[in-house]
Nanobody, 121 residues
Framework: QVQLVESGGGLVQPGGSLRLSCAAS????????MGWYRQAPGKQRDLVAA???????NYADSVKGRFTISRDNAKNTVYLQMNSLKPEDTAVYYC???????????????WGQGTQVTVSS
């Protein structure tokens, strides 16, 4: 059974840092893109950052220069280093992997359960 497990969330003061991790377990045939979304209360789920298997990255404008996404393809793990955190970064952060379990299947999105990040003094 394919599963994404996130870790690293928590409470941090403004200006602080956190590092999120997400490990994809199970029998993936391929994972093309891994990324992070976030959802604040009463708001839609938005893309934070994404990275391809080749290392190309994409960031939301609101996090450029503060967040860094990286990936270990051998471990099917993606990381999100978050620096200079602001209260508006408070949200549940969800990991996503876009890939397939079987070579004959189409790619689909696999989601983690989410991890809470709270930025507050």
């Amino acid at each position: 059974q394919v599963q994404l497990v996130e870790s690293g969330g928590g409470l941090v003061q403004p200006g602080g840092s956190l590092r999120l991790s997400c490990a994809a377990s199970g029998r993936f045939f391929s994972i093309n893109v891994m990324g992070w979304y976030r959802q604040a209360p009463g708001k839609q789920r938005d893309l934070v950052a994404a990275i391809t298997s080749g290392g190309n990255t994409n960031y939301a404008d609101s996090v450029k220069g503060r967040f860094t996404i990286s990936r270990d393809n051998a471990k099917n793990t993606v990381y999100l280093q978050m620096n200079s955190l602001k209260p508006e970064d408070t949200a549940v952060y969800y990991c996503v992997a876009h890939g397939r379990e079987d070579p004959l299947w189409r790619d689909r999105d696999y989601w983690g359960q989410g991890t809470q990040v709270t930025v507050s003094s």
